[in-house]
């Protein structure tokens, strides 16, 4: 027989559960979410940040119950719109588009909410107002990294900038660039270059070479992505620059941390939010949507400005260090209603 008192205890230890505990507390659909199928549509998933971007995305929807399915482009607009239908033929409750082109997605993504679908998006402008939009504050990542480039290098320097049109966080730092460069004419920028071919860092690291030969007076790369930054850095450290030209980007992984830490290192600044917490509150704001609730239409993770001497002073080699040591990067207050688990931390 088991005493009131025992029963009490088990289900104080079923509610410690990752995404067990929860579900009767939860809204429908989600106090049956087992039965609740979400997508994953995926544009780009190359280097460290996507990686964690998916393992946010799988550990809160652990938490919550749900059944993932993750459908991964490789870069390919038309196969993530073909991807987005297949989807929608499956059946899903919900759908988180991750990146991708706006003239791809905005009609693939209308055909998702036309057939009823919950649909979140990430960092990819799909048009639409019924579907929030998930975003890093892209404006201020660049405001950050660009921040700590004037405060190092004055406002007069000689730049090279690294950009491709046509993605949605991308045009957003952008925007930020260009009224930097008109509130400092100083800045003399030289150089405009970028491209996404995989591997990003290194297709990136061959244009930059070039670049910087035919530049040799450049003194600051700006470079507002990770991959596009680790290009820029081979290039810099195989002309012999690394104590002339500094680099300042966006994004943050366990491989940035250690090239930002090495002797000498010309990568002095980045601005990132967690890419894995990012993930948490994309699942997190299409849960919302699922139960009836408004997450908003601009979902929004605040960054955080990483310096290479902030990485030094506290002695940080990998993510986990940063979320220890800089707890508002290990976690974002936002999308988490009451009713709403969270991952195991």
């Given amino acids: ?43 780009l998933s190359t280097g460290d940040f996507f990686q964690a971007y998916l393992s946010g995305v799988e550990k809160q929807a652990a938490a919550i119950g749900v ?10 607009a038309a196969l993530q719109a073909d991807m987005v239908d ?28 036309e057939a009823g679908i919950k649909v979140v998006a990430f960092d990819v ?58 509130a400092n004419p100083g800045i003399k920028q030289v150089a405009e270059f970028g491209t996404l071919d995989n591997p990003i860092a290194n297709s990136v690291a061959n244009q930059a070479r070039s670049v910087l030969s035919a530049n040799p007076s450049i003194t600051v790369m700006f470079a507002p992505y990770d991959e596009f930054a680790k290009g820029v850095k081979i290039a810099v450290d195989e002309a012999g620059m690394t104590s002339q030209v500094s680099i300042y980007s966006a994004d943050v992984s366990t491989a940035d941390i250690a090239a930002m830490r090495e002797a000498g ?27 009836g609730e408004d997450p908003g239409h601009n979902v929004i993770v605040p960054p ?37 688990p969270l991952p195991a931390r």
């Fill in 1 to 43: 027989m088991i005493t009131r008192r025992v029963f009490a205890g088990l289900i104080g230890a079923a509610a410690m559960l990752p995404g067990l505990g929860w579900a009767a507390d939860m809204p429908a659909p989600l106090d049956n979410p087992g039965d609740v199928k979400v997508a994953l549509v995926r544009y």
């Fill in 67 to 76: 059944d993932l399915r993750v459908f991964d482009s490789r870069q390919d």
């Fill in 86 to 113: 297949q989807a929608i033929a499956l059946g899903v409750d919900g759908i988180i588009i991750q990146h991708g082109l706006t003239e791809s997605m905005q009609a693939a993504a209308q055909r998702a909410v």
């Fill in 125 to 182: 402008n799909v048009e639409n107002d019924a579907i929030p939009q998930i975003e890093q504050s892209d404006r201020d990542l660049a405001r950050l990294a660009l921040e700590q480039a004037v405060e190092d290098n004055g406002t007069e320097f000689t730049a090279g900038y690294v950009y491709v049109p046509g993605i949605a966080p991308l045009d957003r730092r952008d925007e930020t660039w260009v009224k930097v460069k008109a």
């Fill in 265 to 291: 290192s010309a990568w002095k600044a980045t601005a990132a939010t967690n890419p894995a917490v990012v993930g948490e509150v994309s699942v997190r704001a299409l849960a919302m949507l699922l139960a």
């Fill in 304 to 340: 955080t400005l990483i310096t290479q001497a902030m990485l030094n002073d506290l002695d940080i080699k990998n993510m986990e260090d940063l979320g220890k040591k800089a707890p508002a990067f290990a976690h974002a207050d936002v999308a988490v209603p009451d009713w709403m």
